[in-house]
Nanobody
Framework: QVRLVESGGGSAQAGGSLRLSCRVS?????????LGWFRQATGGQREGVAT???????NYADSVTGRFTISRDNANSILYLQMNTLQPEDTAMYFC?????????????????????RGQGTQVTVSS
């Protein structure tokens, strides 16, 4: 079973920055072709935030383009989400997620909302 464990959430002021990390269990990382983040605010719907494919191609939601950057450290099996210029509307639970290699789906912010694998989530709260 693939395990995804997030860290790095917390509180920030508007305009501030946070970096989320997600450690992917080493044994199974080869089974994943797409990694990314989705978020869900209390009472809200899931929103795909960013994805990175095994090719390195990235995709971002319009709401975070230019502010967030997704990256991966393949050697250490860690996924990152650098979040800059945070806004109160970024407040949500953020989940690390991935698609199985066997799943024939495009790696992008739409598909990452319904992943094969996901972590427990980490809370991000941005105050104005």
């Amino acid at each position: 079973q693939v395990r995804l464990v997030e860290s790095g959430g917390g509180s920030a002021q508007a305009g501030g920055s946070l970096r989320l990390s997600c450690r992917v269990s080493d044994i199974y990382i080869l089974n994943i072709h797409c990694l990314g983040w989705f978020r869900q605010a209390t009472g809200g719907q899931r929103e795909g935030v960013a994805t990175i494919a095994s090719t390195g191609a990235t995709n971002y939601a319009d709401s975070v383009t230019g502010r967030f950057t997704i990256s991966r450290d393949n050697a250490n099996s860690i996924l990152y989400l650098q979040m800059n210029t945070l806004q109160p509307e970024d407040t949500a639970m953020y989940f690390c997620a991935g698609h199985a290699r066997s799943r024939n789906v495009e790696c992008g912010v739409k598909s990452i909302r319904t992943p094969n694998y996901r972590g427990q989530g980490t809370q991000v709260t941005v105050s104005s």
